[in-house]
């Protein structure tokens, strides 16, 4: 989007009258598909959404941005006034010149499905396609379970694919992180559910990264399409439109075989995935799975439709293939939880322009538990309970920017411990003596700080910051908060608890 025009703010009565007259020419699809954009925290999954919405395609394309826990509004308010638009006076949905809509859910995907669809016709133009973001930690199965299982009793929406966004930087030890036995690795399954990878982040990577996460990637799912980018940026005609699960299409899956929903859960220790060494050997086998929760969907939705739940089995048996494999290989060397399965933190290249900067290898603050029920873990070098969750904070009045990135670089960079770790963060930064609304992110040790539009009148100036990590402690990261940025703890609010995946 850096570089694209800036699209405008359209009121929704403002269509063009011979727009809106060739609107109403238009025969009515029956029915209105549905591409489902998922992948890992900060791999370019907004990226994404925004090259496809600003480009020229011709669609009127209704987005559902799915945010986690506690940055409802943080991330989009920011986008949207980035972007120049304007929220109507109509919920949360956002309209473009272009006729597409967007909207922030903090939860319930459906339920936003169903408010579209209900919206009461004439109040805009119609949208012909839909396109659903998904949380970085979230599994994309059940929600393509829902909409394939709707097709079948004439929905009017229609699952079409699901894109999967891979960070070509962090790919490597997002797949391999151990788990603890039986707790879903979400990138495993993201790439499992994928009609098409798309491989981004092509200007942080060196070519034998590429070619290490392609490997990993088909050794999940082996018929994926894999297309690299770079602010994923990619031809739309590979990802929108390709009708991969139309009764009278081919079923875009993982050509596995004789997978069910009975998968059994248990036995491989998800996260340790071997590399290419067993690529297509995920094929037509059916092995335990770590992956309880997509056999668990698959189950309520089996009295609807057997096929539904072969798509949830499917991708399942996918990843518990690799897992199994890699069991096998890694038997008797290092458990669920070893470190030797870790990639080594720091190997990024180094960032090609001054808004990234690189860090060396650096473990991190203390951590926080979660909501999320996971086991505890123990190797040799850390104890810990592997529980993603999130961090939120506020401060209500500007905070220095330098003193403010000197924090970030402590949080991220200056760490002492690997036992846990910082997936993403993302903020808006009220900054001292600027009328400008700035802008955090940072996937692992990168990060960026951007200005953007300014601050509204009567808008609430504040920084807002959202901390997702792996056994996070929100005391240490508070007086990390507090020491860098010089805001007493009596100024600071934590608004957010822990947030599950
Ligand atoms: N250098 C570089 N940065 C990128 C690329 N694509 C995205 N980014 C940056 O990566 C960060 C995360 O991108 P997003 O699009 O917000 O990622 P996301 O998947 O939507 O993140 P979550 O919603 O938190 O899961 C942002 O700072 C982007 O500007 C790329 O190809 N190269």
């Known amino acids: 989007m850096d570089d694209e025009e800036i699209p405008l703010a359209l009121a ?14 238009q025969p009515e699809r029956t029915t209105v598909p549905v591409t489902i954009v998922t992948g890992f925290l900060g791999s370019g999954k907004t990226t994404l959404v ?80 839909i396109l659903i973001e998904t949380t970085g930690l979230a599994n994309p199965g059940p929600i393509a379970t829902a909409l394939w299982t709707d097709a079948e009793l004439e929905s009017r929406v229609a699952l079409d694919g699901v894109v999967t966004v891979v960070d070509a930087v962090n790919i490597d030890r997002q797949l391999h992180e151990p788990r603890p036995r039986g707790v879903i690795n979400e990138a495993q399954v993201q790439v499992a559910y994928a009609d098409i990878v798309v491989l981004n982040k092509l200007d942080l990577a060196e070519e034998e990264a590429l070619v290490r996460a392609e490997a990993d990637i088909r050794a999940i799912n082996s018929g994926v399409t894999i297309v690299r980018t770079q602010r994923s940026v990619v031809d739309l005609g590979l990802i929108l439109n390709r ?13 596995i075989a004789e997978a069910d929903d009975e998968v059994e859960t248990g036995d491989a220790p998800s996260g340790a995935l071997e590399r290419s060494s067993h690529a297509g050997e995920a094929t037509g086998r059916r092995r335990s799975t770590g992956v309880s929760c997509c056999s668990s969907r698959a189950h309520s939705f089996h009295a609807r439709s057997s096929a539904a739940s072969t798509i949830a089995a499917a ?110 963060m ?20 990168l990060y960026e700080v951007v200005s953007g539009p300014e601050w509204q009148p009567g808008e609430a100036r504040a920084t807002r910051l959202v901390i997702i990590g792996r056994n996070l402690r929100p005391a240490a990261v508070k007086a990390s908060w507090a020491e860098f940025v010089g805001v007493g703890q009596q100024q600071q609010q934590e608004e957010g608890g822990a947030a599950p995946a």
């Open 315 to 424: 991708a399942a048996a996918a990843v518990a293939a690799c897992n199994a494999a890699a069991a096998a290989v890694a038997a008797g060397s290092s458990g669920p939880c070893s470190s030797a399965d870790m990639s080594p933190a720091g190997s990024l290249v180094p960032p090609p322009s001054p808004l990234l900067a690189a860090a060396a290898a650096a473990p991190l603050t203390p951590t926080r538990g979660s909501a999320q029920a996971m086991a505890s873990c123990a190797d040799a070098d850390h104890v810990h309970d592997n529980q993603v969750s999130t961090v939120s904070l506020r401060c209500d009045h500007p905070v220095d920017l330098e003193r403010f990135k000197s924090w970030v670089d402590h949080l991220l960079w200056d760490r002492d411990s690997r036992a846990d770790e910082i997936y993403r």
């Open 50 to 129: 925004r090259h496809i919405l600003t480009a020229d395609h011709g669609y009127r394309i209704a987005v559902i941005l799915n945010e986690f826990g506690e940055d409802v509004g943080i991330e989009a308010s920011f986008v949207q006034s980035q972007e120049g638009l304007q929220r109507q006076h109509d919920g949360e949905w956002v309209e473009l010149t272009n006729g597409c809509m967007c909207c922030a859910v903090k939860s319930d995907f459906l339920q936003a499905l169903e408010s579209l669809l209900d919206r009461p016709a004439g109040q805009s133009r119609r949208f012909d396609y």
């Open 243 to 255: 009708n991969g699960y139309s009764h009278k299409g081919d079923l875009v899956l993982p050509p």
């Open 426 to 445: 993302k903020g808006l930064i009220c900054v001292e003596g600027s009328d400008k609304k700035h802008m955090l992110q940072a996937v692992y040790e």
């Open 12 to 25: 929704l009565d403002d269509a063009p009258e011979a727009k809106r007259a060739e609107d109403e020419a």
